[in-house]
């Protein structure tokens, strides 16, 4: 199931973002957020851009956000997309529903 990030996802895709901060020149962080910083990031986010999760049995297996590519006025529907899915989740299509 694809849904709408809540900001109680913020544990959960914190420890999927983690391992890419950590392990990975993937992101451009030095150090990996945890998941009040993921909550208010969703929390940020949603009023203007979406921010989905796949979900299945209760259990987050990835997520997706479109984050404001910049900030004059031409640019407001360019975005930047990123998505990350759980390790075990990998090459089983989570990130090709999320697109």
Known sequence: ???????????????????????????????????????????????????????RDGAVLGYAYAGQHRERAGYQWDVNVSVYIGRAWHRRGVGRALY
């Open 1 to 55: 199931m694809i849904r709408l990030a809540r900001p109680d996802d913020g544990a959960a895709l914190a420890a999927i973002y983690a391992p890419a901060v950590d392990h990975t020149p993937a992101s451009f962080e030095f150090t990996a957020p945890d998941g009040e910083d993921m909550a208010r990031r969703i929390e940020h986010t949603l009023p203007q851009r979406p921010w989905l999760v796949a979900e």
